[in-house]
């Protein structure tokens, strides 16, 4: 498959929802920290299912850098053109 911008993204969305309680809307601008509330922990763990979905690696010196969604959708179109 080719992964758009867009493609990628609503990919990232879906796998957000389990860490969406509160149902708030997820724009590219939604901080994935101050907005969804996630610790390192829950982090992990979507990172792990977005490596699985999209199968690549990210490695984890990268993550300090992603705040966003938008954040997220860019490290993943990197490493995808990695591949």
Do not use: C, H, Y
């Not at 997220?72 to 591949?83: E, I, Y």
């Amino acid at each position: 498959m080719q992964w758009t911008a867009d493609k990628v993204q609503e990919e990232v969305v879906k796998l957000l929802r389990p860490f969406n309680p509160k149902g708030i809307e997820i724009t590219s601008d939604t901080d994935l920290s101050a907005d969804l509330f996630m610790d390192s922990v829950a982090a992990m763990n979507l990172v792990m299912e977005i490596e699985d979905r999209f199968e690549i690696d990210i490695p984890i010196s990268l993550l300090p850098d992603v705040n966003s969604l938008q954040d997220l959708v860019d490290v993943v179109l990197a490493q995808l053109s990695k591949g």
